[in-house]
DNA sequence: TATGTTACTTACTTTATGTAACTAACTATA
DNA sequence: TATAGTTAGTTACATAAAGTAAGTAACATA
């Protein structure tokens, strides 16, 4: 494909459509947490959460902070790009909410 | 894992973070199309169109209609469900407009 | 008869994800 | 001192999903 629909659009959907990704930002939105924090509340797999995290740091959009005790502690936060898909994902959970049935 | 964020969200992600379906929903609130004009207008394969268009029709968020001229004319539709969706890409566009920077 | 049309499907390749074992750098316990 | 335990990953391998390109059905036109 050429013609895009909008740049900047399908780059946001490059980014947050990826599996986990959104469930991840979503979760952090609860504040700042840990590597096996969010795997274990989200169910994702060490070896993608490690990916997604990476990405989502390179993206400006989560912040990786080191605390050097032991056993060491690693603290994932959003940041304020981060935080500002706060309002998409809450249309989303009012979508689910008006249309969507758990299975 | 187990313990569930909540399930009606976690199960509309399940449907619009797969790849593409985003961007086929959003492509389709523009109204009605036919296959070769979404698969065109968004650059997706045929293959993954049309399996991602049947997960569409069975959640209820776009119907299909046949016209059968010549060559045959098929008509792609949101339905209420689908439409509802609007707000949530549109929290998305407007997050990209401020924060996402084109390639 | 050969070509063109749309809306797919099929076969095959490449990429992404899941699973489970392993590592570094330390501390606590026996 | 050897053994086991901690977190935050990484590595190797298996399976699932997506991309690519050719093929098909059902017709019409040249």
Same mark, same amino acid.
């Given at each position: 494909?050429?013609? !895009? #629909?909008?740049? %900047?659009? =399908?780059?946001?959907?490059?980014?947050?459509?990826? &599996?986990?990704?959104?469930? #991840?930002?979503?979760? *952090?939105?609860?504040?700042?947490?840990?590597?096996? =924090?969010?795997?274990? /509340?989200?169910? +994702?797999?060490? &070896?993608?959460?490690?990916? &997604?995290?990476?990405?989502?740091? %390179? =993206? @400006?959009? +989560? !912040? &990786?902070? +080191?605390?050097? =005790? !032991?056993?060491?502690? #690693?603290?994932? !936060? *959003?940041?304020? %790009?981060?935080?500002?898909?706060?309002?998409?994902?809450?249309? #989303?959970? /009012?979508? /689910? @909410?008006?249309? +969507?049935?758990?299975?």
């Amino acid at each position: 494909m050429d013609q !895009t #629909i909008c740049p %900047k659009f =399908e780059k946001a959907l490059s980014i947050m459509n990826k &599996r986990w990704t959104s469930l #991840i930002v979503f979760q *952090l939105l609860e504040g700042p947490q840990r590597f096996c =924090e969010i795997e274990s /509340a989200i169910g +994702v797999s060490g &070896r993608v959460l490690s990916e &997604r995290l990476k990405d989502l740091e %390179k =993206e @400006d959009i +989560v !912040t &990786r902070t +080191v605390y050097d =005790e !032991t056993p060491v502690r #690693i603290v994932y !936060t *959003l940041t304020d %790009k981060g935080q500002s898909l706060k309002p998409a994902l809450n249309q #989303i959970q /009012a979508w /689910a @909410d008006e249309w +969507v049935e758990a299975d």
